[in-house]
């Protein structure tokens, strides 16, 4: 079984910046492709970004040029720098692979964006 645990989250003003940390533990084997997630109340949960095993990297049309995604392999973690924060970007935030059998959901790490 494969626990993931976000961190990093916060409350930040339009503009600003926060970096996001998911380390997976567990039952692991190998280097999988990896995604982050957000859900804004009352939405869908929607894939922003995604890294595959050789560092390949996809996001969404909304957070494109604003939000990257890294990986570290040895530590089993991935980041995501989110930069010029939006209103629209507040949502729960979540890792998790981003196509096959997902493993189960962490807690999630809460992005709030506001003036």
């Known amino acids: 079984q494969v626990q993931l645990v976000e961190s990093g989250g916060g409350l930040v003003q339009p503009g600003g910046s926060l970096r996001l940390s998911c380390a997976a533990s567990g039952r692991i084997s190998g280097i999988y492709a990896m995604g982050w997630y957000r859900q804004a109340p009352g939405k869908q949960r929607e894939l922003v970004a995604d890294?595959?095993?050789?560092?390949?990297?996809n996001y969404a049309d909304t957070v494109k040029g604003r939000f990257t995604i890294s990986r570290d392999n040895a530590k089993n973690t991935i980041y995501l720098q989110m930069n010029d924060l939006k209103p629209e970007d507040t949502a729960v935030y979540y890792c998790n692979r981003p196509a096959g059998p997902l493993w189960g959901w962490g807690q999630g790490t809460q992005v709030s964006v506001s003036s």
């Open positions: 890294i595959s095993r050789s560092g390949w990297t």
